[in-house]
């Protein structure tokens, strides 16, 4: 069972910075691509940025120039550095995996318990 564990949420007035932890535990041999997503109250869950397996990465076009995605496939880490924040970036964050290869087999989705950002005016 794969286990996402997420930390470095809190609450930063406008302008500042955060930056987001999420280790994946398991017995992991590899994981394709890991990502961000964020939820506002009253919104649908949104994608924020991902990171593939070969570096690659995608960012919602909010976040982009702002916000940064990187990976640490040693400690099977995702980070979010979130620079310049807005309100709007107000939400609940929430870590994404896919393809996940582990002692197990294989597991293709998984997600983390979701940690608050608020960003105050």
């Known amino acids: 069972q794969v286990q996402l564990v997420e930390s470095g949420g809190g609450l930063v007035q406008a302008g500042g910075s955060l930056r987001l932890s999420c280790a994946a535990s398991g017995s992991i041999f590899s994981i394709n691509a890991m990502g961000w997503y964020r939820q506002a109250p009253g919104k649908q869950r949104e994608l924020v940025a991902v990171i593939t397996g070969g570096y690659s990465t995608n960012y919602a076009d909010s976040v982009k120039g702002r916000f940064t995605i990187s990976r640490d496939n040693a400690r099977n880490t995702v980070y979010l550095q979130m620079d310049s924040l807005k309100p709007e970036d107000t939400a609940v964050y929430f870590c994404?995996?896919?393809?996940?290869?582990?002692?197990?087999?294989?597991?293709?989705?998984?997600w983390g318990q979701g940690t608050q950002v608020t960003v105050s005016s």
């Open positions: 994404n995996v896919r393809g996940v290869l582990t002692a197990r087999g294989y597991g293709s989705d998984y």
